[in-house]
Structure formats: C-alpha cells, structure tokens
Nanobody, 116 residues
Framework: QVQLVESGGGLVQPGGSLRLSCACSLIICSLSAMGWYRQVLGKQRELVAIITTGGNTNYANSVKGRFTISRDNATNTVSLQMNSLKPEDTAVYYC??????????WGKGTLVTVSS
C-alpha cells in the first residue's frame, strides 16, 4: 500500500517562506508525475504545481514566480519551495502522485497558514 508522507507545513508570516516535502513509499512514484494541490474549506481542491518524470513543470498562475516544485527520483520525493507567501496561500496542501495508468494517490494533507 502506498504511503505519501508530507512534512513542512505550519504558520508563517506574510512574505515568509516554507518548504513542503512528500516522500512516496513505492517505486512507481519514480515513474509518475508528482505534484501539490491545495484546498480551502468550502472550496474545490486546486492544482498548485506539478512535475513530470522528465522534470517539466506546471504552476497555477497564482503561484508562478513564488513557488518552485522539484523532485528527487532517487528518494521518490517531491518538494515545494514557497516564497513570498500571502494570506491567500493559506490552505491544506496535498501531495499527489499521478501514475502512468491514471490512478492517483493522495497524501493526508498538511496545513499552511499565512498570517501575521
């Protein structure tokens, strides 16, 4: 059974930085696109950033230039460096693995709160 272990959430002031990491327990993750989504209570989950096995990336317009996604295929880890955080970035962030066959795995989520 796959395990996605997320870490790095917390409370940060506006303008600050946080780094999220997600470690996948299965080899299949090295063959899969990996990414981060976020969800605010009462709203739909939205894509934040995604990275393919080849390193191609895609970002939500709202985070372009502030967030950077990266992956380490040797450790099956995906990270999200978040800079210049804004209060509207406050959400639960979920790690996602999208397998080549289309199946999705989700982490349990980690809360990011941006507040002074």
């Amino acid at each position: 059974q796959v395990q996605l272990v997320e870490s790095g959430g917390g409370l940060v002031q506006p303008g600050g930085s946080l780094r999220l990491s997600c470690a996948c327990s299965l080899i299949i993750c090295s063959l899969s696109a990996m990414g981060w989504y976020r969800q605010v209570l009462g709203k739909q989950r939205e894509l934040v950033a995604i990275i393919t096995t080849g390193g191609n990336t895609n970002y939500a317009n709202s985070v372009k230039g502030r967030f950077t996604i990266s992956r380490d295929n040797a450790t099956n880890t995906v990270s999200l460096q978040m800079n210049s955080l804004k209060p509207e970035d406050t959400a639960v962030y979920y790690c996602n693995v999208n397998r080549p066959d289309g199946r999705d795995y989700w982490g349990k989520g980690t809360l990011v709160t941006v507040s002074s």
